[in-house]
């Protein structure tokens, strides 16, 4: 920003270049001022969180490192930074040169032993303080020894001129000299030293050691200071406005930036400061030394700011390089080292850059490290909660080891997807295809986070891949106008040539798969009636058809998927088939024909005894949408379905889950021989028939025929408790990674 002045006005102006270059710092000040309070304003001290904690570590060590050098540079008077190359070398181990720096090291050094056996918090300003008596009592006691030799030697400041006055900086301020042009033309540089500024003040103002990097500055240093004291109850955005507020009065004051030094501040609060009084009577002490003016540095030893350095860089560098051993990975050890040397040798604020690229580095590939993929679940350990057949379940259970359930979660994106393909790759691989072949793939999403674009391509890939396999990928646990939705629709999975069914929850996913399964099951029983010039027979069990559902090829023996479900079906159906209690079923009508049907699987009553059961029972056609009751309802009917598909739906206050019930299945059956509150609201998906058992014949059913009401009883509580190991199961691995697990199940209880 000076040379820009100076070469705008001109080197043969001084007075104007003066009077310019005063005037832009003081105005960079107040930008700076505002810069802060605008943050602190709008909130975004939350950012910090952001900032890994052993970045924070890292800025430490650089800020230490970055003392050690500057210690090698006053105590040495070496001339500029610091430079790594053999001149600096040569001029480090030169004779008059090597006591300079060497001993105020070695006291750096001693103080770290001293305080080892002296813990008090006066300790290091009593050492310093002595270190500056001795010096003095051995100059008084040498006569050779001179202050002017002392100075010209390097073992003393250099005196500043004497008789200048503490005001006498505000009478360059000239505003009638001042180039406004100029001004104007500096506004650039003005940003860039709220945004970065790195400068050293001369040793010879016996001014601290202060490293300012703008906007930069209270995110990183405030964050250190309390990690080091230990405080957690830190309020960045207040500290950004108290920067705002005192860099504004600084400006205005005519000068410069002003910001929290940690090192000082850390040595300050280590000595005892660490109250309001003590930052009072701090702004006291410096308000005298700022009245009795810049003479005082003239008589401070080098090696007392020298040893001070030292110390406070060897300090930190521990903090950040011994004390972190052990303490974190080594990934992050790395990091921390690297941020360290790079602030020391390079620049500061490039150190934080690099130190976070190499956090998100690290957090890319460590979070790649964990399998996005929290659980899986292999054909027939898993099935939807629609009630259905004894005979449906049989085979289900039967070819349900060709549906995959694959559940997923976290946030899905290019380092994470990689593990759930080769998964999928290692599925369809010729040695896993033939000895367990899969026809649907569930990805279950409902505990993923969010999907990004790589990973939603990838999923585009994945279905390719299985489409080769004739592999049906069925996706769940979203909905379309989600951000997993969004995802997947934009590359175009949800809708266009590679569209792939999707659902909102896991149950009907597993529908979807068991009706496509049950169509080839009774396609191979239209063969089998076929092929015996049969017709189909009476009374059979319907499937329930989905809208999205797709048909598949059922038949063929190409491969042992097929093979496998042309097996199953044939040999459930002739199990059927040889069964007495299928054949006797076929000749008696409605209700005795549901009723066998139905109970069969789990009664050893002949058809003589279940007839008497049969008049007590009424046809009711009901049309879809109409509720056959709700939650909380006293109940007084007992449904069997023959045709059409009912909906059950249970809110609890530990989740609502919903229940399928189809040709073939019992409805409402524990509240009602319980006699307790309905627990559900049951609607009628489509148009149904069912035949009921209302409160007035259970009555009568019970005093003509008790022992059928009981054995009635006992067949509907084996019913119930099946449908509860299912729910169970299901419940168990759709909230396997949650707390309210126990809890729902808990809920589902009192459901059955």
Same mark, same amino acid.
């Given at each position: 920003m000076a040379f820009t002045i100076v070469a705008q006005v001109g080197e043969e102006n001084p007075q104007a270049v003066l009077a310019t270059t005063i005037l832009a710092y003081s105005l960079s000040s107040v930008l700076t001022g505002l810069v802060f309070f605008l943050m602190g304003q709008c909130r975004l001290g939350v950012l910090i969180g952001f900032f890994p904690r052993h970045i924070l570590i890292g800025c430490i060590g650089g800020v230490g490192f970055f003392l050690v050098v500057t210690g090698l540079e006053v105590s040495a008077r070496l001339e500029g930074n610091l430079d790594y190359n053999l001149g600096t070398l040569q001029k480090l181990v030169s004779s008059d040169t090597v006591p300079l720096w060497t001993i105020p090291l070695a006291l750096a050094l001693s103080l770290f032993l001293v305080k080892k056996w002296i813990k008090h918090s006066l300790t290091d300003a009593c050492f310093f303080i002595s270190i500056f008596i001795i010096v003095y009592i051995v100059v008084a006691a040498v006569p050779d020894l001179k202050l002017e030799t002392l100075r010209s030697s390097g073992w003393i400041f250099e005196a500043p001129p004497a008789g200048i006055p503490w005001y006498h900086f505000y009478s360059l301020y000239d505003f009638g000299s001042v180039d406004w042009k100029a001004v104007a033309s500096t506004?650039?540089?003005?940003?860039?030293?709220?945004? %970065?500024?790195? =400068? !050293?003040?001369?040793?010879?103002?016996?001014?601290?050691?202060?490293?300012?990097?703008?906007?930069? =500055?209270?995110?990183?240093n405030i964050p250190a200071l309390a990690f080091t004291t230990g405080e957690d109850n830190v309020n960045v955005d207040r500290e950004l406005k108290a920067h705002g507020y005192s860099n504004a009065l600084s400006g205005f004051c005519?000068?410069?930036?002003?910001?929290?030094? &940690?090192t000082n501040t850390v040595l300050f609060m280590r000595s005892g400061g660490d109250s309001r009084l003590a930052g009072v009577l701090l702004a006291v002490a410096t308000c005298g030394i700022l009245v009795v003016g810049p003479v005082i540095i003239g008589f401070i030893p080098i090696m007392v700011v020298g040893a001070l350095i030292f110390f406070l860089g060897f300090d930190l !560098?521990?903090?950040? !390089?011994?004390?972190?051993?052990?303490?974190?990975?080594?990934? #992050? &050890?790395?990091?921390?080292?690297?941020?360290?040397?790079?602030?020391?040798?390079?620049?500061?604020?490039?150190?934080?850059?690099?130190?976070?690229?190499?956090?998100?580095?690290?957090?890319?590939?460590?979070?790649?490290?964990?399998?996005?993929?929290?659980?899986?679940?292999?054909?027939?350990?898993?099935?939807?909660?629609?009630?259905?057949?004894?005979?449906?379940?049989?085979?289900?259970?039967?070819?349900g080891k060709q549906t995959y359930v694959m559940k997923l979660a976290g946030f899905l994106f290019f380092g994470t997807i990689v593990g759930v393909e080769n998964k999928i790759r290692t599925l369809l691989g010729d040695e896993s295809f033939n000895t367990q072949p899969i026809r649907f793939l569930v990805l279950d999403l409902s505990k993923v986070d969010g999907v990004d674009f790589s990973a939603a391509e990838a999923f585009t890939r994945i279905n390719r891949l299985l489409c080769v396999r004739d592999v049906k990928m069925i996706m769940c646990g979203f909905s379309s106008d989600s951000s997993v939705g969004k995802a997947l629709f934009n590359v175009g999975l949800l809708d266009g040539p590679e569209k792939v069914q999707s659902h909102e929850d896991l149950n009907s996913a597993l529908e979807s798969c068991e009706n496509d399964l049950l169509k080839a099951f009774y396609h191979q029983k239209d063969v089998i009636d076929r092929s015996r010039s049969t017709t189909p027979t009476p009374g059979a069990l319907e499937v329930p058809q989905p809208r999205s559902a797709r048909s598949i090829d059922e038949t063929g023996f190409s491969s042992p998927r097929r093979g496998q479900l042309h097996y199953a079906a044939t040999a459930t159906l002739r199990e059927q088939e040889n069964s007495d209690k299928h054949q006797r079923w076929r000749k008696h009508e409605q209700p005795l024909n549901l009723i066998l049907q139905t109970f069969g699987e789990f009664s050893t009553q002949d058809d003589e005894f279940w007839y008497r059961c049969a008049p007590f029972f009424e046809r009711r056609e009901i049309p879809g949408g109409e509720v056959l009751y709700t939650t909380g309802e006293s109940p007084d009917q007992f449904f069997l379905v023959e045709t059409g598909m009912l909906k059950a739906i249970y809110r609890l206050p530990q989740g609502n889950f919903s229940e399928v019930i189809v040709a073939g299945a019992t409805c409402g059956e524990l509240p009602f021989f319980s006699n307790t509150a309905r627990t559900s609201t049951t609607i009628a998906d489509r148009d149904s028939v069912a035949w009921v058992l209302t409160g007035a014949a259970w009555n009568r059913l019970q005093k003509k025929e008790p022992?059928?009401?009981?054995?009635?009883?006992?067949?509907? !509580?084996?019913?119930?408790? #099946?449908?509860?190991?299912?729910?169970?199961?299901?419940?168990? %691995?759709?909230?396997?990674?949650?707390l309210s697990t126990s809890v729902l199940i808990e809920g589902l209880d009192t459901c059955f």
């Open positions: 506004i650039p540089a003005m940003f860039a030293l709220t945004l %970065y500024d790195s =400068h !050293l003040l001369q040793p010879d103002c016996l001014a601290d050691l202060i490293v300012s990097f703008g906007v930069l =500055h209270v995110p990183i005519g000068s410069i930036q002003n910001y929290l030094v &940690y !560098l521990r903090e950040a !390089l011994l004390d972190t051993i052990g303490r974190v990975s080594k990934l #992050e &050890y790395l990091t921390i080292l690297i941020i360290v040397l790079t602030m020391g040798i390079y620049d500061f604020v490039v150190g934080i850059l690099v130190g976070i690229v190499l956090a998100c580095g690290a957090f890319v590939l460590q979070t790649s490290q964990v399998s996005a993929i929290r659980s899986t679940l292999p054909g027939g350990a898993a099935s939807s909660m629609v009630r259905r057949h004894p005979i449906q379940r049989r085979f289900l259970q039967e070819v022992d059928v009401a009981q054995e009635l009883l006992k067949v509907s !509580l084996v019913l119930t408790s #099946e449908r509860m190991n299912a729910i169970t199961k299901y419940v168990s %691995y759709q909230y396997r990674y949650t």
